[in-house]
């Protein structure tokens, strides 16, 4: 059993890489949200041009791996990196950000899809714009039940975070990393690792859970319809399972 | 371009992918099962178990399967770790597939089954399961697709996999662009049907509960 003046030396390390955690997925998941939100709007586009081209965006980004994406990066620029001002950090926010903003484009559009067409030729009926419809009726209607899936979006990010120490960015898997170097001890680092990762993470799954169950109370119609979308995975599976059975009563 | 070693890196990446799904269809099978049996302390051990590993990054999983393991004495290879850690990772996903699926057939469905006198035993291999199985299909694909995009994990431990040697190709030969196209070409070619045809199996599947 490795003595406390080990431990201490763990968590200075830990911490100090809990910070470069924490900035990484708090850029990471601010560009995320905003540029998949853009994406999702680009998707549903009346321009059929714009809409393939968000669509293919979206498929390729989802299909690639966000490792495969930082270490393409990172190797490929490698010499060049400096030359362009470029950093790991950098890299591990735009593949963080390319990866996840196309997941949540495709959760907000199948959100909006799920928004029946008849609301759409409603609002058109009475003179308003594709833009005006989607700020004024799609919009409104979609967030609450979205915001839930934002907060997954959220927890991925800090889950993929882990990756960036692969190319040397100084956030709380490296350090463990480097604290495993220091004292050999593996299996009591990583556990501890793991349960910096999970004080993390877990207030955030309870929270998403409670959101759904509240965006459900609140609004609770409306998200059922539009929730058919979400992907399955996303969500916990009594409540897919309770949506599915508002989904049976609503047909 | 010399692709012989793609190919090769590419089987790796299959084998941990292919291994990993079938451990994680065999934990989420038995945590479905056992959360399926309805005693109170097992339902919550397991919940809160399934809730933990979601927390905990793929990485991290990998890292105590196959660096800290090692430290008790227990030393798995690279293409080993990854299927175990990665497996059990995505299990704990599968089993809330299989929940949701089986969650899916109603109870009155069960009551009526059980009106007519049939055994719960009987109920569930005539009544749910068949109901169950095509809704937990297209997840199951999904689960495939989202390993295959794991298995670059691998490369952290030393699996020869395609980012590995990607990378190693990248040093060696300073075909920076083109392997660099390679790479992305192979994930969009594998990835991309497999996802379209998960959706076009939901959307079935979910039409023919609405219809039910």
């Known amino acids: 059993m490795p003595g406390p003046q080990v431990w201490h030396q763990w968590l200075e390390l830990m911490t100090k890489g809990l910070w470069g955690t924490l900035q990484l997925s708090l850029i990471s998941s601010i560009l995320t949200i905003l540029f998949g939100a853009v994406l999702a709007v680009l998707a549903v586009s009346p321009y059929k041009i714009v809409r393939g081209i968000a669509r293919g965006w979206i498929e390729v980004f989802r299909a690639i791996p966000v490792l495969a994406m930082m270490i393409l990066l990172y190797f490929g620029f490698g010499p060049f990196a400096a030359a362009f001002g470029i950093n790991a950090f950098m890299i591990a926010v735009v593949a963080l950000t390319l990866s996840m903003s196309a997941y949540q484009a495709e959760i907000f559009r199948g959100a909006i899809r799920g928004v029946p067409a008849s609301q759409w030729a409603a609002a058109s009926s009475i003179g308003m714009s594709h833009g005006m419809t989607l700020r004024r009726i799609v919009v409104p209607q979609v967030i609450p039940p979205l915001i839930p899936a934002v907060v997954n979006i959220v927890i991925g990010v800090i889950k993929l975070s882990s990756l960036a120490s692969l190319i040397t960015v100084g956030e709380l898997s490296l350090s463990a990393t480097q604290a495993v170097a220091i004292s050999f001890y593996p299996l009591h680092v990583y556990v501890l690792l793991g349960c910096f990762y999970a004080v993390l993470i877990l207030p955030l799954i309870y929270f998403s859970r409670w959101l759904e169950r509240w965006t459900q109370r609140r609004f609770g119609l409306v998200s059922a319809v539009i929730d058919r979308g979400l992907l399955s995975q996303y969500s916990d599976a009594k409540e897919e399972a309770e949506l599915l059975e508002e989904e049976r009563k609503l047909v | ?212």
């Open chain 2, 1 to 212: 371009m010399n692709f012989a070693p793609f190919f090769s890196a590419l089987g790796v990446t299959l084998q941990v992918a292919i291994g990993a799904w079938i451990v994680a269809t065999i934990v989420g099978l038995v945590i479905a099962g056992l959360r399926e049996l309805e005693i109170p302390i097992v339902d919550r051990l397991l919940g809160f178990v399934v809730t933990l590993v979601r927390a905990t990054p793929e990485l991290v999983l990998l890292y105590i399967v196959f660096f800290g393991i090692a430290y008790v004495g227990i030393r798995f290879d690279a293409i080993p770790a990854a299927v175990i850690a990665l497996g059990i990772s995505e299990g704990a996903f599968v089993s809330e597939y299989f929940r949701a699926a089986i969650l899916t057939v109603t109870p009155r469905q069960r009551a009526a089954a059980s009106s007519l006198g049939m055994s719960s035993m009987q109920t569930f291999r005539f009544i749910v399961l068949p109901q169950a199985v095509p809704f937990s299909i297209p997840p199951l694909v999904n689960a495939f697709v989202g390993l295959l995009k794991m298995a670059t994990l691998a490369s952290a431990v030393g699996a020869p996999e395609l980012i590995y040697i990607a990378r190693e190709q990248m040093a060696l030969t300073g075909d920076i662009l083109q392997i660099a196209l390679l790479i992305i070409i192979i994930y969009v070619i594998i990835t991309i049907p497999l996802t379209l045809a998960a959706s076009e199996m939901e959307t079935r599947v979910r039409s023919r509960l609405a219809a039910a």
